[in-house]
């Protein structure tokens, strides 16, 4: 991490964070007017339940929120939680990019993709739609973020005629397109089984403008951790549904599924002789498979979706990878990989 002056670090992160807090406040009335399908300059910001104009200090949820008793002051209607938690969350991003990348060319991409991940956060959460502008716009930022090699990850390059390409920036085209084929294959495959979309086109957009950014590598495992995120509140909802509807054949596949792959997961930090352990591997993510497939078709059969957005669990994984992302990669290639040698 970039080294600030002990002294002056104090000021630096807190007029960051006071910048973020504003930011956070224009990236709500951003999200909710294109939500809304309203311009982003007129009309001046408003109560979304009178219309009265907002004073200059009502334009911070946070100190509305806290000062106002959660409530707007003319008609009394509530202040919605999101707000103000949406505008704390950009403080203290950008207070995290300043830590990690000081005061260079790096923090102003890397704002430039926070800012778009808390409008897609916000939107998709609300109405489950991912608006081109935030998510597209991230590809070629970040192919120049990655060109320029400003995460500098690059170990070597790649010398084209006079033009040296760094690993960084091929290694973010190798993310853009591993991303779309992922998945838009997953996409494609939900319509076969389910005969629906399971995925929109905007977490393709999504992923691909992170892979950009950070390249297949750190883009792949921002992704496995989406998809965890993910879990963590649709297992829950899931088993209680099936519970309640008496859908014990999708209860049990669906928990089968979870212990063959954690078995598989403990197989593999095991003690086990290399063949050995191999095979047990490869026969629990058999199993796991096969789990997984009794319970597409009865979720099929029955038609028991149950909808989460997964923009917002894919936004969480990825800046996970970002600010931690080479840690992660370097504690798996010391643990895990030295197992298997």
């Given at each position: 991490m970039p080294d600030l002056d002990p002294q002056l670090q104090p000021f630096i992160y807190g007029?960051?964070?006071i910048i973020g807090l504003c930011m956070g406040s224009f990236l709500n009335v951003v999200a909710y007017r294109f939500l809304t399908?309203?311009?982003?300059?007129k009309p001046p910001s408003h109560c979304t339940h009178c219309k009265t104009p907002l004073r200059w200090y009502e334009n911070f949820p946070l100190?509305?929120?806290?000062?106002?008793?959660?409530q707007c002051r003319t008609c009394k209607a509530p202040i919605g939680?999101?707000?103000?938690?949406?505008?704390?969350?950009?403080?203290?991003l950008f207070v995290g990019v300043v830590w990690y990348s000081g005061l260079t060319l790096q923090t102003l991409f890397l704002l430039f993709l926070i800012c778009n991940l808390v409008v897609i956060t916000i939107t998709d959460f609300k109405e489950s739609l991912i608006f081109q502008i935030n998510s597209l716009s991230l590809i070629p930022v970040g192919l120049v973020y990655s060109f320029l090699?400003?995460?500098?990850t690059s170990q070597s390059s790649?010398?084209?005629?006079?033009?040296?390409?760094?690993?960084?920036?091929?290694?973010?085209?190798i993310g853009v397109f591993v991303a779309f084929v992922v998945f838009e294959g997953l996409i494609l495959l939900s319509e076969i089984v389910f005969g629906t979309e399971g995925f929109g086109h905007g977490d393709t957009h999504l992923m691909m403008g992170v892979g950009a950014f950070l390249g297949w590598e750190l883009m792949l495992v921002a992704l496995l951790?989406?998809?965890?995120?993910?879990?963590?509140?649709?297992?829950?909802?899931?088993?209680?549904?099936?519970?309640?509807?008496?859908?014990?054949?999708?209860?049990?596949s669906g928990a089968a599924s979870f212990l063959f792959a954690g078995l598989s997961f403990w197989v593999s930090y095991s003690d086990l002789e290399p063949g050995l352990r191999t095979w047990l591997i490869l026969l629990l993510m058999l199993l796991s498979i096969v789990a997984v497939v009794i319970l597409m078709r009865q979720v099929k059969r029955t038609q028991?979706?149950?909808?989460?957005?997964?923009?917002?669990?894919?936004v969480l994984g990825s800046l996970t990878m970002l600010f931690w992302g080479r840690q992660i990669l370097d504690y798996y290639v010391q643990t895990v990989m030295h197992q298997w040698g």
């Open positions: 007029l960051t964070f399908d309203q311009s982003i300059v100190v509305a929120y806290i000062f106002q008793g959660a939680i999101e707000y103000p938690l949406a505008e704390l969350a950009t403080g203290l090699d400003l995460g500098q790649f010398q084209l005629v006079a033009i040296s390409i760094p690993d960084s920036f091929i290694s973010a085209v951790l989406g998809f965890v995120f993910q879990a963590v509140p649709a297992i829950p909802m899931l088993g209680y549904q099936y519970y309640k509807s008496k859908a014990y054949v999708s209860l049990i028991s979706f149950t909808y989460l957005p997964l923009g917002p669990a894919l």
